[in-house]
């Protein structure tokens, strides 16, 4: 079992900026690749990001890129979501969850992922 909880989330105006963190306990933080989704009212969750074990390989979707970082740090079993010029369509739930068994194909897939955080609310006011 892998347990992520997730903080830093909060209401910052549009063009602000905010850190996310996931900390993990329970298993091998280092041997899962770790995801970013975010659900906004309505909407099914979407993919944000993706950092592989080693660190090196990051991956975004293309509402977020250039905008956002994904890093992870192994020793502190944490990852982290830096978000900036935050816009107002970027208000939503964000979750972090991992994964053992994905691919570059596979990585948006909610279902390829077997440990979710609780989430932690953005707001970003206009």
């Known amino acids: 079992q892998v347990q992520l909880v997730e903080s830093g989330g909060g209401l910052v105006q549009a063009g602000g900026s905010l850190r996310l963190s996931c900390v993990a306990s329970?298993?091998?933080?280092?041997?899962?690749?770790m995801g970013w989704f975010r659900q906004a009212p309505g909407k099914e969750r979407e993919f944000i990001s993706l950092i592989f074990w080693t660190g090196v390989n990051t991956y975004y979707a293309d509402s977020v890129k250039g905008r956002f970082t994904i890093s992870r740090d192994n020793a502190e079993n944490t990852v982290y979501l830096q978000m900036n010029s935050l816009k107002p369509e970027d208000t939503a739930v964000y979750y972090c969850a991992a994964s053992r068994s994905l691919t570059i194909a596979t990585m948006g897939l909610t279902s390829k992922y077997g440990y979710w955080g609780q989430g932690t609310q953005v707001t970003v006011s206009s």
């Open positions: 329970g298993r091998t933080f280092s041997n899962y690749a």
